[in-house]
């Protein structure tokens, strides 16, 4: 038998105001739409709405009773030690959230979270990993932010983040890492938006240095307080890193090496000669090209050339490409292409920082110099589009305002004076009118508003043989020109008692 909401409220009584609070639990879900078979909150959990909190329960099995409308469910600050692959009974279409952090885990099955496969955040710090498997994160296309700091991985298998297309940021800080992630980069079907990869407080001794020239700077990688050991190309990315002003290592530029002058010796031999506007340097195709890094002659260690396509390296050509890098750090285009045009960044350690008036970049052209021009052109090409629309945009707006001004602020004509001269308002302004009966006939009515036009000065005209002297509008103020209904046309403005 079906039981209605007024017999379990009547059932489960106690002393007239107590509930039990499985029932209250019960209605609750009840109210919100959800079965009874779903909807019930484990004892030891808060529920609220379609927030479930199992925090601080000291729970060493996971409940297999979650609610399944969750959003956000947090399990942190319990006992657990491992998340098998039926951790739960039935999938969470809805979790957005899941909070694992401040517990014992050790071990994430395969596949473990593919029953929650629209996760956004998934929180696994302060645990006990110690290896990351290559299908522990399966399924998990929509997750943009892991948070795995505070475990003590050391090794990352690939394919770990092959399913991770969304990711955006990743916390790996205070782990056992010995090896920098490239997977995180180049593993089929892994992330392509990163924007925050923190991998601090590890066992890193050295880093990709070619591969994290290639990464965009909008981006960031925080490797501070690793022990880095400070060689030539280190020196170099972190040269570079400077001159960009990479937001990374200049927030935590003491926690870097290489920060003062007993770092290698990399060159033999450093002239200044750096400018700050790029060298340009043409050739035409299918021509040779040779193009010397600025500031650097004699190199005894690697130099890198950021091109346009890729990063080339000086100890590590390849004999059957078109573009190497020789030993003295001197970038070689071999049969130019006209695509090899663009913007050359030589990086070399140089042993000190790059001044106001230095730049480590050339420009390469390939062609005629028109043909450079008109790749400018092109560049710029967008903005100039913007500023004539602007132009023509304002012009209309100022147009249109002059025609209002024109149709609704046209000025009353002067009347004549007594005496019948028709000199009476002079020749330098003209007096908007405010009541309608002042207007002439045929001419158009005002809004109420009195403006002073002024307009260029007129010769003094003769009247039976006497010169008139225009209206002086100093005598006028501006209240009483202004003011509506203060003052008619016929009224003579240089009489003392009309004035405002």
């Not at 530029?253 to 000669?273: I, N």
């Not at 005496?419 to 009541?435: E, K, Q």
């Amino acid at each position: 038998m079906r039981l209605t909401a007024s017999q379990l409220i009547g059932k489960t009584s106690v002393r007239g105001n107590c509930w039990n609070r499985a029932t209250a639990a019960l209605m609750l879900s009840l109210c919100l739409g959800f079965p009874p078979s779903v909807a019930m909150c484990p004892p030891y959990c808060l529920c609220a709405s379609d927030i479930i909190s199992c925090s601080g329960r000291n729970l060493s099995v996971l409940p297999s009773d979650l609610p399944s409308y969750a959003t956000r469910l947090d399990l942190s600050h319990n006992a657990l030690t491992a998340l098998p692959v039926d951790w739960t009974s039935g999938p969470f279409d809805r979790l957005g959230t899941l909070i694992l952090s401040r517990n014992s885990i050790s071990q994430i099955e395969g596949n473990a979270f593919t029953v929650a496969p629209y996760l956004i955040h998934l929180d696994i710090s302060s645990n006990q990993l110690t290896v990351l498997n290559s299908s522990i994160f399966s399924g998990l296309k929509e997750l943009k932010e892991l948070l795995l700091f505070g475990n003590q991985i050391s090794q990352i298998n690939p394919g770990v983040f092959s399913d991770l297309y969304s990711l955006q940021r990743l916390y790996l800080s205070g782990n056992r890492l010995h090896a920098f992630p490239l997977g995180l980069y180049w593993e089929p079907g892994g992330p392509r938006n990163l924007t925050f990869v923190d991998l601090s407080k590890n066992m890193l001794s050295k880093v990709p240095v070619q591969r994290l020239l290639s990464l965009p700077l909008q981006g960031g990688n925080y490797l501070q307080e690793n022990p880095l050991v400070c060689d030539c190309a280190l020196l170099a990315l972190l040269e570079y890193w400077m001159w960009r002003q990479y937001r990374p290592l200049i927030v935590f530029r003491g926690e870097y090496p290489c920060r003062d002058d007993s770092g290698p010796e990399c060159s033999q031999q450093v002239v200044s000669d750096m400018p700050v506007e790029a060298n340009t340097y043409q050739v035409d195709p299918g021509k040779w090209l040779s193009v010397p890094c600025p500031g650097l002659t004699s190199p005894t260690q690697d130099v890198f050339w950021v091109t346009p396509k890729t990063v080339l390296k000086s100890s590590t050509n390849d004999t059957s490409a078109r573009l190497i890098v020789s030993p003295n750090g001197t970038l070689e285009i071999q049969e130019a292409l006209m695509e090899d045009s663009g913007v050359y960044v030589c990086v070399a350690a140089r042993g000190r920082h790059f001044g106001p008036k230095e730049s480590p970049e050339v420009n390469v052209v390939v062609g005629n110099q028109s043909t450079a021009s008109t790749s400018g052109l092109t560049r710029r090409k967008g903005a100039e589009h913007f500023n004539t629309a602007f132009t023509t945009l304002a012009s209309c707006v100022v147009s249109i305002i002059l025609v209002l001004l024109y149709l609704y602020l046209t000025p009353c004509r002067c009347q004549e004076n007594r005496g019948g001269a028709s000199g009476g308002c002079g020749g330098r302004a003209f007096v908007l009118c405010a009541d309608p009966g002042e207007v002439e006939s045929g001419q158009r009515r005002s809004n109420g508003k009195r403006v002073a036009f002024l307009e260029p000065q007129l010769e003094d005209s003769d009247v039976d043989g006497l010169k008139t002297t225009a209206i002086h509008l100093g005598h006028v103020t501006t209240e009483g020109i202004l003011k509506n209904g203060s003052r008619t046309v016929g009224q003579t403005l240089t009489d003392p008692t009309q004035m405002a």
